[in-house]
């Protein structure tokens, strides 16, 4: 144990966290901000989560036929109170703009679109964009299988069209879940999970080279201990890699609080009002965890590869480019398999777990092999 917890303070020494918390920071700044700082991002999606919200303090988890016929009124009603509003505005009775549907079809490009786009404009709660919103809402729950169908290339295939019948015959597709609060999560785990991948890598990497250079993995073979030090230093880039992970998944989750969407964490995401289709009926919660414990396995993988890697290159050149391959595959091929869309009906119902089974099984044999032969190397 003491040698595993002085490999993982080499690990983390000052200039490696210094240079981790300085790429950290840069990646934070590039991609993942964004989607702090603006959700929702811009009009209607503001007024489409702000619906969503009160949707979810008026009906609950789920919104059942009796209750959409409520909302169906109140769009009527809230088409009432603005058409009240268009007759009693000067500029739009000159034009003869009294009605709504007036109001929709008035041309974008002429001196009426410039009043129209005046009052898409106005700050604060608008009823014209929250009436868009509300017809979009609409019509997703009266052509549930038809919008779940168009999300998809076709031809579909015979699995991926018994899924969506299944989903939508499933109670748990009139949940209230608006695809704003799916997208904005799937961006931001998608590049938490970039940073995660190369922070690990970068942590790892230096893990015999510095003993390497220091001819110390030498003098190691000539002591009976020093024969398991290649074990030892598994379990500690292991911890470290946990670590990290773990570090910068509550940093992340700290900040993603102050999104504001705990309110849909019961709602299934199966939802007509989310984009696509999952193979599993999880709610927003549970699919969140699932994200988690496919960042942590993924995490642990790149980090047993690292891990054989370093141990076999001589120079940080060669570990640099023998792990460009390795993040290509990961980043490149697998990514959104493995975290962003892992559920998705758009892939396979095996083709996540085979993935990870496959990715395990490698990096598990690669160091098994290389352990095998420091026990038996000859200096």
Not at 193 to 214: A, C, G, Q, T
Not at 239 to 255: D, E, N, P, R
Not at 300 to 311: A, D, E, R, Y
Request: hydrophobic residues 45%; aromatic residues 14%.
């Amino acid at each position: 144990m003491r040698i595993i917890s002085h490999e993982i303070r080499k690990v983390f020494n000052l200039k490696m966290v210094a240079l981790l918390l300085f790429i950290s920071a840069i990646m934070y700044q590039l991609f993942i901000s964004f989607y702090f700082e603006h959700f929702p991002n811009g009009r209607p999606a503001l007024d489409d989560y702000r619906i969503s919200v009160q949707m979810q303090k008026d009906y609950g988890t789920h919104m059942d036929e009796e209750e959409f016929q409520h909302f169906q009124q109140r769009y009527k009603d809230q088409i009432v109170e603005v058409e009240h509003y268009l007759q009693s505005h000067k500029g739009f009775v000159d034009a003869g703009v009294t009605t709504y549907e007036d109001f929709r079809n008035m041309p974008f490009d002429s001196e009426l679109g410039a009043l129209r786009s005046k009052e898409y404009n106005e700050p604060g709660s608008n009823p014209f964009y929250e009436l868009q919103v509300r017809e979009n809402l609409i019509k997703s729950y009266e052509h549930k299988e038809t919008d779940k169908l168009l999300t998809y290339m076709k031809p579909i295939k015979e699995e991926q069209a018994a899924r969506i019948k299944q989903v939508v015959e499933n109670e748990g597709v009139t949940a209230i879940f608006p695809y704003i609060v799916f997208e904005n999560y799937k961006s931001l785990i998608t590049y938490v999970s970039v940073l995660v991948v190369l922070s690990v890598s970068f942590i790892i990497s230096p893990m015999f080279i510095m003993d390497r250079k220091n001819h110390v993995i030498d003098l190691q073979y000539t002591a009976k201990i020093g024969r398991k030090m290649f074990r030892k230093k598994i379990a500690a880039a292991m911890v470290a890699a946990f670590l990290i992970i773990t570090a910068q998944l509550i940093c992340f989750f700290l900040l993603y609080s102050a999104n504001h969407v705990s309110m849909f964490f019961n709602s299934n995401i199966n939802s007509v009002f989310n984009y696509g289709a999952f193979w599993y009926d999880l709610t927003f919660l549970q699919y969140i965890v699932l994200t988690v414990v496919a960042l942590y396995a993924l995490g642990m993988i790149v980090t047993l590869f690292t891990l054989f890697i370093s141990s076999l290159a001589p120079n940080y050149i060669t570990i640099i480019g023998a792990q460009v391959p390795l993040l290509y595959i990961v980043l490149g091929v697998l990514f959104d398999v493995m975290i962003g869309d892992s559920i998705n009906i758009r892939y396979s119902q095996y083709t996540q777990p085979l993935a990870y089974l496959g990715l395990i099984a490698a990096a598990a044999t690669l160091v098994a092999v290389k352990w095998k032969r420091e026990r038996l190397a000859d200096i």
